[in-house]
C-alpha cells in the first residue's frame, strides 16, 4: 500500500521550531517532486514548500520564505520541513504530497498532487 505519514506537529510558542517529517511506504520518494501543504482553521489549504525529485531544486510560499526549510534524505525515505520563527499564523494542518513531475509541486498545484498524508497539527501559540 502505497503510504505518506506526517509527524513532527505539535505545539510551540511563537519564535519557536518544529521539524515536520514525511515518511513513504510502499514506493521510493527518489522519484518524487514532495511538497507541504498546510490548511488553516477556517481557511482554504495553500502550498508551503515543494522539493523536486532531482538536483533538490526547493520553492517557498513568500509567507514562509527565510523561515522554513524543505529537505530529503532519500536513505531513509523521507522529506522534512524545518520551521523556525513561527508565528501563530503558521497555525495549521500540515500535509505532504508526492508527485512524480516537478511542475505540479512547485506551482502548489493540489489537484496535481498524486499522493497525500493524512497531515498532522502545528499549533503555534503562548
Known amino acids: 500500500q502505497l503510504q505518506l505519514v506526517e509527524s513532527g506537529g505539535g505545539m510551540v510558542q511563537p519564535g519557536g521550531s518544529l521539524r515536520l517529517s514525511c515518511a513513504a511506504s510502499?514506493?521510493?520518494?527518489?522519484?518524487?517532486?514532495i511538497g507541504w501543504f498546510r490548511q488553516a482553521p477556517g481557511k482554504e489549504r495553500e502550498g508551503v514548500s515543494c522539493?523536486?525529485?532531482?538536483?533538490?531544486?526547493?520553492k517557498y510560499a513568500s509567507s514562509v520564505k527565510g523561515r522554513f526549510t524543505i529537505s530529503r534524505d532519500n536513505a531513509k525515505n523521507t522529506v522534512y520541513l524545518q520551521m523556525n520563527s513561527l508565528k501563530p499564523e503558521d497555525t495549521a494542518v500540515y500535509y505532504c504530497?508526492?508527485?512524480?513531475?516537478?511542475?505540479?509541486?512547485?506551482?502548489?498545484?493540489?489537484?496535481?498532487?498524486?499522493?497525500w498524508g493524512n497531515g498532522t497539527l502545528v499549533t503555534v501559540s503562548s
Open positions: 504530497a508526492a508527485d512524480m513531475g516537478y511542475y505540479y509541486c512547485s506551482n502548489f498545484v493540489q489537484r496535481g498532487m498524486h499522493y
Open positions: 510502499g514506493f521510493t520518494l527518489d522519484d518524487y517532486a
Open positions: 522539493i523536486s525529485s532531482v538536483g533538490g531544486v526547493t
